[in-house]
Structures are given as structure tokens and as C-alpha cells.
């Protein structure tokens, strides 16, 4: 199956409805308080009315009903974008029971991540450029404030179709909040100084339509085969890739990319952008030491795949755009610039 023609779906305005759905897990129910806090960012910061459905804050909902609600979301006319409210972990059952024309005929932005990359990359397959990030218990609903990156950025991809350009942000946490402290909400949460974006490869200047997402989702599609399509489908487009809090060690993340490159579907990308890796969560709290080492080993594992099986691609490690705070979104299907030789990257929203 060759590459669809991709399309930006119209933006919402100020004032418009958005829907505010759970098609991956069911956070929301068992954690409300940052979840009605990102709905009142979405009122009060980002001028928009968010609507729930039947499974947005159901804790456990079926995958034909988490479908169900996607269906009525998209087929709306009111609805002007759907967010997901947080990840999960088995979206991809919800694929099954989607409607593809249905979703093609009532093109929305979409913005979630994580496991939400399973609707990214079924969207892309039907040439609908959506928005990798924004999550309304995590980004909105952040502790203390929304970070002005993170706000920036969202505003940009909801309400423009403009070029904007990303730069490293210089600061960074990785470290989550207690959701079962009803205080630390209230709190903003401490950052650290973030290491530069490291490029490698050759300093040339490349553009193309983002494909990827979680690597942990993109692994489910690799090894389920249904939606993916042919390898040459994804020739010139710009992989973006980023892992979770589950802190895949560093053999997991080249064995990915080592089947990646072994059936040919890696060297069909112009550029490589990899997410600055979350290196914390309550399983495993590492101290500084540990977590600095937790990322360059992912960063020399992502390498060795990319020398390789792909040497000859510009690839960029450390951007926030993952499981760290803040986070930029990215538009998957839309266009990524990455420009080697002057360390610089933009996307087009």
C-alpha cells in the first residue's frame, strides 16, 4: 500500500467545542483531581469547551466502546479537535472496531501520546495529519502551572497552520507528581538543567511527514503487522520516536530498531528525531547519577542502530517531545525540517 496524500485537518478557534476522551486508559476516573484541572485550563487558559463522553471517565470501558465514543467525537460538526485525557497501554484493541471512513470523511485534530500513538499511525493511514502530545491530565493538567513551552507549543498546534521552529529548552523534569496527594497539585514541580540536543550523522538539511510515536506502540505494530504499511509507504518521512516511564532498558531499544533496519523499514526514513528520554518513575526513582546514565545509554544504543543500519540519516537525541516535562507536539503526518548543518529543527502544525 503506498503512502497516502496527507492533510491537515481545520483548526478550532477560541470558544469552540473539543471533545475530551479516554481511548486508552482510564486514568481519569481514578484520579480526578488532575484531570478536571486540565479541563479548567482548557476553559480558562485555551478558550475552549471541552464535552466528555460515556467512557471519559468510565475506569475500565470496552474497546468497541471506547470506539463508539471516538465515532460520535469525530462525526460531531460541533466538535472542532479530540484530546485524549492520558495513555494506557491496549488502544490498539480499540483499532478494530474503528470506522475508517467514518474518521476520513471528518478529519479532527487529534492530540494524545504514549499509547495514543496507536491512533496516530492509524490516522496517518488515512492521510490525516494529527498532533503527538497534550495530554489533559498530564500537560493541562500539570501541577502548579502549565510550563510556558508546553502551553506555547499546544496553543500553536490547536490554533495555527504556521511553521514554528524548536529549540532546546534548557530545563527539564522527569520525576511525576502523587496524584493520591491531594496537595501536590498545588505545587510546582522542581526542574533540572537539561543537556543540549546531541546531532549526529551527516549536517545536511532534510524535511518530511513525521511518522512514529512511542516505541513501545510503534514495537506493537511491528509485531501485529495489521496497520502498517509497506515499507517503501514510508519513504522520506521523518521518524520521531520516544520511550515511556516504563524505562525500556537499552537492549529493548536497539533490538527495535535492529528489526527495524533488518526488514528494511528504517533506512525508508530521512531523519531521525528521538525524544529526551524520561529516566524516573515511582518503580524505579533514580537518583541524578542514575538517571544521566539511564539516558546516554539509551543514546548509545539508538546510535549503534543508527551507524549501522543507517548512517547516512541526520538524527537528532534529546528533543522533548516524550514522557518529559516540558514536552513540544508534534504533527504526525505533518512536516518536519531538520537541518544538520545548522542544528536547526521546525515543525508545521
Known amino acids: 500500500m503506498s503512502r497516502p496524500v496527507l492533510r491537515y485537518p481545520t483548526k478550532p478557534e477560541r470558544g469552540d ?11 481519569a476516573a481514578l484520579f480526578p483531581a488532575p484531570f ?10 485555551l478558550g475552549l469547551r471541552p464535552r466528555e463522553y460515556q467512557t471519559t471517565r468510565a475506569p475500565a470501558a470496552l474497546p468497541s466502546d471506547r470506539a463508539r465514543d471516538l465515532h460520535a467525537a469525530f462525526a460531531d460538526s460541533e466538535v472542532k479537535a ?13 483499532l478494530a472496531h474503528l470506522d475508517r471512513d467514518l474518521l476520513a470523511a471528518n478529519p479532527k485534530p487529534f492530540f494524545g501520546y504514549s499509547d495514543n500513538t496507536n491512533l496516530h499511525l492509524f490516522l496517518w493511514n488515512l492521510g490525516l495529519v494529527s498532533y503527538h502530545g497534550g495530554a489533559v491530565m498530564v500537560q493541562l493538567g500539570r501541577a502548579g502551572s502549565m510550563h510556558p513551552l508546553t502551553q506555547r507549543s499546544l496553543e500553536q498546534a490547536l490554533f495555527t497552520r504556521d511553521e514554528h521552529t524548536l529549540e532546546p529548552a534548557g530545563e527539564y523534569s522527569d520525576e511525576e507528581v502523587d496524584w493520591s496527594d491531594p496537595k501536590a497539585l498545588a505545587v510546582e514541580p522542581p526542574m533540572s538543567a537539561a543537556d543540549d540536543w546531541s546531532w549526529h550523522g551527516p549536517a545536511a538539511r532534510v524535511s518530511g511527514p513525521a511518522w512514529g510515536g512511542s516505541l513501545e506502540i510503534v514495537d506493537f505494530h511491528l509485531r501485529t503487522g495489521r496497520y502498517l504499511l509497506s515499507d517503501e509507504a514510508y519513504e522520506g518521512a521523518v ?3 520516544e520511550t515511556s516511564e516504563e524505562l525500556p532498558p537499552p537492549s529493548y531499544v536497539y533490538r527495535v530498531l535492529m528489526c527495524m533496519g533488518e526488514r528494511g523499514l528504517l533506512q525508508q526514513f530521512s531523519a531521525i528525531l528521538w525524544a529526551r528520554p524520561k529516566a524516573w518513575s515511582f518503580e524505579h ?35 522533548e517531545f516524550g514522557h518529559t516535562d516540558p514536552q513540544y507536539v508534534v504533527p504526525s503526518g505533518g512536516e ?5 548543518a545548522r542544528k536547526q529543527l521546525s515543525v508545521t502544525y
Do not use: C, W
Open 285 to 319: 526513582p533514580n537518583a541524578p547519577e542514575a538517571k544521566a546514565r539511564y539516558v546516554e545509554q539509551q543514546r548509545e544504543a539508538v546510535l549503534a542502530a543508527h551507524a549501522e543500519y543507517h548512517p547516512h540519516a541526520p538524527l537528532v537525541f534529546g528533543v
Open 82 to 94: 479530540v484530546l485524549a485525557s492520558i495513555g494506557g497501554e491496549d488502544e490498539l484493541k480499540v
Open 36 to 45: 478536571d484541572l486540565g479541563l479548567r485550563r482548557l476553559t480558562e487558559e
Open 17 to 27: 467545542t473539543v471533545a475530551v476522551l479516554s481511548p486508552s486508559g482510564g486514568a
Open 239 to 241: 521518524l520521531f520516536l
Open 336 to 340: 518536519v525540517m531538520m537541518d544538520g
